[in-house]
């Protein structure tokens, strides 16, 4: 990045206040006397040659006090020094997430648009994914390629895994994989709308794994309770499918939720709605922002040289004329 021309010596650039003294002393002199010349011939009296010499060595003067100030260029290179922080999302695909109750979409769609906001955000940090259902799936290890997991986060869909809720395989698989980060600060943040019913791994001692890692998890109870719509695939008397949307009842177990959010030092949320949701994710970022520090580098080029030869060729000026014989009479 060019920053343009400074002075390491601007101090010197007070000389120039010279300049115009000098100007009005030289003026002020020819008046107290006359030079008497015939009219005969042509005369550089009064003409532009009688100042042409002093002006030439003026301005020089003035390129000289200039270049004592030693002018600069700079450029500057910043460096931005942060201290990440890794974050795993783990995003529940099971059967109940496609409830529509988060018009005009699923509560998965809206899940996926605003967690790809979110890691938009977080340009400093290293983001994983693990996804579950009745079993739990690391859909990508910790990185900082973002568009890479804005793709993966596009391409999650609901019935790939089998249907359940393993809550405590979910969240040992985030926390395996944050059990090698070297980062100051590990993050889970662990979005669901069920109650734990499947897995080998119960979700208390999930929560006391990510506790002894120095794990911090954030839970997200996403949607709202009673009885919603749900769309469901059924084969008819012809053996074909078709969607039919059946009211259900999905229950969060906000307790659960609750307690491994306080256990971890984190915090619990419940998302009624698209906008809930947003805000909740807005607060995680605001609550987990990484520490940056910008190091600026500037290097100056010195540019006195092109003053100075400059003042050196106007010194020259006024005896080029005679050197070449211009003036001289046929």
Not at 71 to 94: A, H, K, Y
Not at 104 to 117: G, I, W, Y
Not at 251 to 259: F, I
Not at 282 to 308: G, N
Request: hydrophobic share 45%; net charge neutral; with cysteine.
């Amino acid at each position: 990045m060019n920053l343009g021309p400074s002075f390491q010596d601007p101090w010197a650039l007070l000389l120039l206040l010279v300049l115009p003294i000098l100007a009005f002393l030289r003026h002020r002199r020819r008046s107290y006397g006359a030079l008497t010349y015939s009219s005969l011939g042509s005369a550089p009296s009064g003409s532009w040659r009688l100042h042409a010499g002093f002006y030439c060595r003026l301005l020089a003067l003035g390129l000289l006090i200039v270049a004592l100030a030693r002018p600069q260029l700079g450029f500057s290179r910043e460096e931005n020094l942060t201290e990440g922080i890794d974050i795993q999302v783990v995003l529940d695909i099971s059967g109940s997430m496609a409830a529509e109750d988060f018009q005009p979409r699923n509560r998965l769609a809206v899940a996926k648009d605003v967690m790809k906001e979110f890691v938009a955000k977080r340009t400093g940090d290293r983001v994983g994914i693990v996804v579950f259902a009745g079993q739990a799936l690391t859909k990508a290890p910790l990185t900082t390629d973002h568009p890479m997991l804005q793709l993966l986060l596009d391409s999650i869909e609901l019935h790939t895994l089998p249907d359940g809720t393993a809550i405590g395989m979910a969240l040992a698989t985030a926390a395996n994989r944050l059990r090698g980060s070297t980062a100051k600060t590990k993050v889970v943040v662990l979005v669901t709308d069920g109650v734990n019913n499947r897995g080998a791994i119960d979700p208390e001692s999930a929560a006391a794994v990510c506790e002894g890692l120095g794990i911090k998890v954030y839970t997200v109870g996403v949607g709202t309770k009673g009885v919603v719509p749900v769309p469901m695939k059924v084969v008819d008397a012809f053996n074909r499918e078709r969607i039919e949307r059946r009211m259900m009842e999905v229950d969060v177990d906000e307790p659960l939720l609750q307690s491994i959010a306080e256990r971890t030092q984190g915090k619990f949320f419940q998302a009624i709605d698209p906008e809930s949701l947003r805000r909740i994710f807005d607060e995680i970022d605001h609550l987990e922002k990484t520490p940056m520090q910008v190091k600026r580098y500037i290097r100056y080029k010195e540019a006195f040289q092109p003053l100075a030869w400059a003042a050196l060729g106007l010194l020259l000026l006024p005896f080029l004329p005679a050197t070449f014989g211009w003036l001289a009479e046929p």
